[in-house]
């Protein structure tokens, strides 16, 4: 199976099991915008929280907030969002689809790089332990023709998006004959900016209704309030404001289902410190924030880093974490060093002093920012579509299992009685009635103990935990672990402690610490 069928796979999985549903599906949906189920939003709020305790809890220093999504329209013309929160578009005249014009350049160069990637592989098969990769990407012909086309492509657009230059960004789709993958032509329209703000009104009549903005970012709702927190919580530099909520982006190409909404849901904290001190603390967080992901239990070997060449004018050091998404390594996080461009910038917008002031030096100074920020929809889908398999059984069968951490599992437990008489279902409800304050548990008596084994494997359940006749008597049940799908006998007064053993998220937080060697 492509790894196109496989997401296929995994929409409809997320729609049949109750993860994620198209919003307003009744109405033919909403392009972009997604609604979370019953399964989804247990999911989801795990994610949430194993992000708000390793920020928060793990880091004495940082603290978390809940700002409002409307905020002053001003401080979006102090972000810079009002003016250049754009992205240039381009259409396709004959297929009469419309792409962000820096993505199909990416895009295009992503396909350079795998065509070096091939000859290397190649070139390290005939050459064996002879192949000296370094020499061979300087000197091979083909390899080094790449790397040019890529370099020459990637400068020019940079320097095009730089000076403002949309004609010349067309000029680079147009020389790299970059085609629409819809159509195949390159019969391509002028490239425009595209604000990516939604607005509306607020106030009642209109004459006096004021142009506010839906928040494209939550980070704005911390740099107001930077005093706010540092005065009432007493907070000493360096610090931290943590936030997680609502943003949403008027994307003009909004594809591969929860990757890209048009309402999402982003988890940042900004860290304020000393000037001077920012890049420490850049390396400490480009570093810690690899190792959560890594203590969320999907391998290694899924994350990678893109250092940014090209940084926004506010930054001076830019970072993404990529994920091996099922169409490839995509941005999952964005780590960036800040410097003071938003205090500063709302200092002189809102006409008001936004400094710390440092007892230990005896001055003032507006704090540098590192940001780290992370797409909760992102890592669902992040997690959602690595869990997701299908295999085939040593008899023969299949089975659709979601390999989801336990810790993350939206069910940790299903509780089955083998029949539903013989008092079977009396025992089995008094072991939910005793789990249910400590853990997400579902009670299940429909249908053969197989079925339910499948249905339970579908959903990610990690443990299910059968009641049968001899439970009567040895007051033992049997535990199916889903990912081998091995069964032991477990007393039943043992339960409880081994699924907290086995999901308490807090264990992997333990392992995770604070500290960056
Ligand atoms: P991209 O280049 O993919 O548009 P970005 O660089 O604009 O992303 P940031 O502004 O750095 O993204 O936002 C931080 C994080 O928010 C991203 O790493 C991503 O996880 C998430 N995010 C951004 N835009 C969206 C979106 N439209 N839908 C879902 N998540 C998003």
Redo the contacts with the bound molecule.
């Keep these: 199976m492509t790894q196109e069928e496989v997401f296929k796979n995994v929409v409809s999985h997320c729609k049949e099991y109750g993860f994620i549903f198209p919003s307003s599906e009744i109405y033919d949906g909403l392009a972009a915008v997604y609604d979370y189920g019953q399964l989804g939003a247990e999911l989801k709020n795990n994610l949430r929280q194993f992000w708000w305790k390793g920020m928060t809890q793990l880091h004495e220093n940082i603290v978390g907030i809940d700002s409002a999504i409307f905020m002053h329209p001003t401080v979006w013309k102090a972000s810079g969002h009002v003016d250049a929160f754009n992205d240039p578009l381009i259409d396709n005249k004959d297929s009469k689809k419309r792409y962000r014009a820096d993505v199909l350049i990416e895009e295009h160069a992503e396909k350079l790089r795998q065509k070096i990637e091939k000859e290397v592989e190649k070139a390290a098969k005939r050459f064996g332990d002879a192949f000296d990769q370094a020499q061979f990407v300087s000197t091979n012909p083909r390899v080094v023709g790449y790397q040019t086309e890529i370099d020459t492509m990637m400068q020019r657009f940079v320097a095009a998006m730089e000076a403002g230059n949309l004609e010349d960004v067309r000029q680079v789709i147009l020389d790299a004959e970059i085609v629409c993958p819809v159509s195949g032509t390159r019969n391509w329209t002028e490239v425009r900016q595209f604000n990516l703000m939604f607005s509306t009104e607020m106030g009642s009549v209109s004459a006096d209704a004021s142009k506010i903005y839906l928040r494209p ?1 939550t980070a704005q709702g911390i740099f107001v309030n930077f005093l706010n927190v540092q005065k009432s919580g007493r907070m000493k530099i360096p610090f931290g404001i943590a936030q997680i909520g609502k ?1 949403f ?1 008027n ?1 003009i190409i909004a594809r591969q289902f ?5 309402e ?1 849901e ?1 988890m940042e904290m900004q860290f304020f410190c000393a000037p001077g001190t920012e890049m420490e603390w850049y390396q400490y967080w480009k570093a810690w924030r690899l190792r959560w992901h890594q203590a969320l239990g999907l391998p290694a070997e899924n994350y990678r880093y893109h250092d940014h060449e090209k940084l926004a004018h506010y930054a001076n050091a830019a970072c ?1 974490i990529e994920f091996k998404f099922p169409f490839g390594f ?5 780590i ?1 060093s800040r410097t003071d461009f938003d205090l500063k910038a709302h200092e002189t917008y809102a006409k008001k002093k936004l400094q710390y002031f440092d007892t230990e030096k005896n001055l003032s100074y507006v704090p540098y920012v590192v940001e780290t ?3 909760l ?2 890592l669902f889908l992040a997690v959602l579509s690595h869990a997701y398999q299908e295999e085939k059984l040593e008899d023969g069968s299949e089975r659709v299992v979601l390999r989801i951490p336990a810790m993350l599992a939206p069910v940790k437990a299903a509780i089955l009685p083998l029949v539903k008489k013989d008092g079977l279902p009396e025992l089995a409800r008094s072991i939910m009635n005793d789990l249910k304050f400590d853990f997400a548990c579902q009670y299940d008596e429909k249908d053969s103990i197989g079925k339910r084994y499948r249905r339970q494997d579908a959903l990610g359940t990690p443990f299910c935990i059968t009641i049968d006749h001899e439970s009567l008597n040895d007051h033992c049940v049997t535990v199916r672990h889903r990912d081998s799908m091995t069964q032991e006998r477990v007393a039943i007064a043992a339960l409880s402690g081994m699924l907290k053993e086995k999901t308490d998220m807090a264990v992997a937080l333990r392992a995770l610490g604070t500290k960056v060697d």
């Excluded at 995509?330 to 964005?334: A, M, S």
């Design positions: 970012e943003a982006r994307e929860i990757f890209r909404m048009r999402f982003q993404d995509k941005e999952l996080e964005g960036h920020s992370i797409g929809d992102r």
